[in-house]
């Protein structure tokens, strides 16, 4: 199993271009999270979703949108990036209800320039 | 929304030596406390987590409490070794299985 997965690795942008992250994971698991982490401020949600074509609102939203169209994909989007969302994203997976452990993807690195 | 805190921001320890990190958090009906180690460049990684209907719970050198009167937990991690140094980070959840993290705490064990 690979776990949870994330593409790209790494991504430069500049101010105002848009781009796709995408989440996999082959654990079957129905909900999908997205995070991003800014130093000292550990993980925050952007968004999440507890199953197949749903998704919601987490935390710091504002500047991103997710669709959830297969149960194993989770794309985040960025349709017109700004140097605030530079940052590292990480994509996480669990089971349904619990709560269950939280499994994390490697991480993509995004910059904005 | 839940609010966590995380004390202390950096900690650094001599190893063999046992280090405390302490989490507090505002929701009541949080009732699921993990904790996730993260090395330099690596994705968060759960060590340990406690319900709300324990008070504590050990794995070898780790160890958590939770006080859900106080509304705080704490990791405590003895006998420390160089590869325990990473951030580490507590978080709080409900039943719906979100997770609010807190901010932190890099650890660092000196040889």
């Known amino acids: 199993n690979a776990g949870v997965t994330q593409t790209p690795k790494f991504r430069v942008l500049k101010t105002g271009q848009s781009m796709t992250l995408l989440c996999a994971q082959d654990m079957n698991h129905e909900y999908m999270y997205w995070y991003r982490q800014d130093p000292g401020m550990g993980l925050r949600l952007i968004h999440y979703?507890?199953?197949?074509?749903?998704?919601a609102k987490g935390e710091v939203p504002d500047g991103y949108n997710v669709s959830r169209l297969k149960k194993q994909n989770f794309l985040l989007g960025l349709e017109s990036a700004a140097p605030s969302q530079t940052s590292v994203y990480f994509c996480?997976?669990?089971?349904?209800?619990?709560?269950?452990?939280?499994?994390f993807g490697p991480g993509t690195r995004l910059t904005v320039t | 929304g839940e609010n966590v805190e995380q004390h202390p921001s950096t900690l650094s320890v001599q190893e063999g030596d046992s280090a405390v990190i302490k989490c507090t958090y505002s929701?009541?009906?949080?009732?699921?406390f993990p904790w996730y180690k993260q090395e330099l460049g690596k994705r968060p990684q759960l060590i340990i987590d406690i319900r709300s209907n324990v008070g504590e719970k050990k794995d070898q050198r780790i160890a958590v409490t939770l006080n859900k009167t106080a509304k705080h937990f704490s990791l405590h991690i003895t006998e420390t070794q160089p590869e325990d140094s990473a951030v580490y980070f507590c978080?709080?959840?409900?039943?719906?299985?979100?997770?609010?993290f807190g901010g932190g705490t890099r650890l660092m064990v000196k040889p």
């Open positions: 996480a997976s669990s089971y349904r209800g619990g709560p269950y452990e939280q499994y």
């Open positions: 978080a709080a959840g409900d039943a719906g299985n979100m997770l609010t």
């Open positions: 929701d009541s009906a949080s009732n699921y």
């Open positions: 979703s507890v199953g197949e074509g749903t998704t």
